[in-house]
């Protein structure tokens, strides 16, 4: 039976490939990064198909290299709550795995659950409503991001995403939107701007927040690419920053940093990675629920207003802390500080910046 099931589940390692996949890519550098990312996803996603144990899977994943090993976690992930939707008679794996071995990767987890919902999808809303009230958002990160990497050009004609989503589902599904064209693009920064143009402008803040995480965790980009990646960000840049700021926290937790989130925090936020870390865990601690405003996105707003009077300050652009802060959309960036000191949140001295 296992066996059968296994089969039946299968990915090829060549569904990984930019050739299998038809991506673009104008670095080979950047094409062997991202395929390597693929092909880790899908040895964590055979060693937890086996189905041997949460303390064997995990003693296998730990010794992939630290770097690309959040991948591992989330192709098993992935392949772990297919199995409890399968044979649901068993205690749920994705639980034992996030309160044990995959509590420091608990956001690679989530998305992975995103790509078993990509695969397998009945059941969604109720899936969802297991997980964290905070995270569920990144599982439909992660079925964005699957919808992205495997069927993209029906998504860059127009398709907004799948039918059952809806509020900001739409969003959280555009933001792994946002993440896979980073794969499709090679990590090219004008083919990514040109894609992004393509879409409405009111979705264009979500994918770029997407490019920023999968560019400051992923890698394949050196700092040229960066900085012009930054510049054609242009009105965006603050969700391009918050994405980075996003996987210096995801790596900085799960203790597998990398030389690439340095480089992407230092030139899309202009703060070291340990800074970035610390502002996405101080920002967490901030968190509350807001009318119609799931935490999830207060969190990733409190993120952007930082680095606005961050900016501000480098700038030498007076901050006005008694302004009140529209409505979020795009004029959450233009006098957010007063939110941030309503919420004890200490700003940047210009020393620091």
Same mark, same amino acid.
């Given at each position: 039976?296992?066996?059968?099931?296994?089969?039946?589940?299968?990915?090829?390692?060549?569904?990984?490939?930019?050739?299998?996949?038809?991506?673009?890519?104008?670095?080979?550098?950047? &094409?062997?990064?991202?395929?390597?990312?693929?092909? /880790?996803? $899908?040895? !964590? @996603?055979? =060693?937890?198909?086996? +189905? %041997? #144990?949460?303390?064997?899977?995990?003693?296998?994943?730990?010794?992939?290299?630290?770097?690309?090993?959040?991948?591992?976690?989330?192709?098993?992930?992935?392949?772990?709550?297919?199995?409890?939707?399968?044979?649901?008679?068993?205690?749920?794996?994705?639980?034992?795995?996030?309160?044990?071995?995959?509590?420091?990767?608990?956001?690679?987890?989530?998305?992975?659950?995103?790509?078993?919902?990509?695969?397998?999808?009945?059941?969604?809303?109720?899936?969802?409503?297991?997980?964290?009230?905070?995270?569920?958002?990144?599982?439909?990160?992660?079925?964005?991001?699957?919808?992205?990497?495997?069927?993209?050009? &029906?998504?860059?004609?127009?398709?907004?995403?799948? /039918?059952? $989503?809806? !509020? @900001?589902? =739409?969003?959280?599904? +555009? %933001? #792994?939107?946002?993440?896979?064209?980073?794969?499709?693009?090679?990590?090219?920064?004008?083919?990514?701007?040109?894609?992004?143009?393509?879409?409405?402008?009111?979705?264009?803040?979500?994918?770029?927040?997407?490019?920023?995480?999968?560019?400051?965790?992923?890698?394949?980009a050196d700092g040229s690419d960066i900085r012009?990646?930054?510049?054609?960000?242009?009105?965006?840049?603050?969700?391009?920053?918050?994405?980075?700021?996003?996987?210096?926290?995801?790596?900085q937790r799960a203790g597998n940093i990398a030389?690439?989130?340095?480089?992407?925090?230092?030139?899309?936020?202009?703060?070291?990675?340990?800074?970035?870390?610390?502002?996405?865990?101080?920002?967490?601690?901030?968190?509350?629920?807001?009318?119609?405003?799931?935490?999830?996105?207060?969190?990733?707003?409190?993120?952007?207003?930082?680095?606005?009077?961050?900016?501000?300050?480098?700038?030498?652009?007076?901050?006005?802390?008694?302004?009140?802060?529209?409505?979020?959309?795009?004029?959450?960036?233009?006098?957010?500080?007063?939110?941030?000191?309503?919420?004890?949140?200490?700003?940047?001295?210009?020393?620091?910046?």
């Amino acid at each position: 039976m296992a066996g059968i099931l296994q089969k039946l589940l299968s990915i090829s390692p060549a569904e990984a490939s930019f050739a299998r996949r038809g991506f673009h890519f104008l670095q080979d550098s950047a &094409r062997q990064r991202l395929e390597r990312v693929g092909e /880790t996803f $899908l040895q !964590g @996603y055979y =060693l937890a198909l086996a +189905d %041997q #144990g949460i303390e064997s899977l995990a003693q296998r994943l730990n010794e992939l290299d630290s770097e690309f090993r959040g991948y591992g976690f989330e192709g098993a992930a992935m392949a772990l709550d297919i199995l409890d939707q399968l044979k649901p008679w068993k205690a749920r794996r994705i639980d034992e795995l996030l309160r044990g071995p995959g509590k420091p990767h608990v956001y690679m987890v989530h998305v992975g659950i995103g790509w078993s919902m990509a695969r397998w999808r009945p059941g969604i809303e109720r899936r969802l409503a297991r997980l964290d009230p905070l995270l569920q958002w990144l599982a439909l990160d992660g079925f964005g991001f699957h919808e992205g990497y495997f069927h993209w050009p &029906r998504y860059a004609a127009g398709l907004r995403s799948f /039918t059952a $989503l809806r !509020g @900001y589902g =739409l969003r959280a599904f +555009d %933001q #792994g939107l946002g993440r896979s064209l980073w794969f499709v693009a090679g990590a090219d920064p004008e083919y990514i701007a040109s894609a992004i143009m393509c879409f409405p402008e009111p979705r264009r803040d979500d994918l770029w927040s997407g490019i920023g995480l999968a560019c400051t965790y992923a890698g394949g980009a050196d700092g040229s690419d960066i900085r012009r990646l930054r510049l054609a960000s242009g009105p965006h840049w603050l969700h391009l920053a918050q994405g980075a700021v996003f996987a210096a926290g995801a790596r900085q937790r799960a203790g597998n940093i990398a030389p690439q989130t340095e480089l992407g925090c230092q030139l899309l936020c202009r703060l070291p990675e340990q800074q970035a870390a610390e502002l996405c865990e101080e920002m967490l601690r901030h968190v509350t629920e807001e009318d119609a405003v799931p935490a999830y996105e207060v969190w990733r707003r409190l993120i952007r207003m930082y680095l606005q009077v961050s900016e501000d300050v480098k700038e030498n652009v007076p901050v006005n802390c008694s302004r009140s802060v529209p409505p979020p959309a795009q004029s959450e960036v233009a006098h957010p500080q007063s939110q941030v000191a309503e919420r004890g949140v200490a700003l940047p001295h210009p020393k620091e910046a």
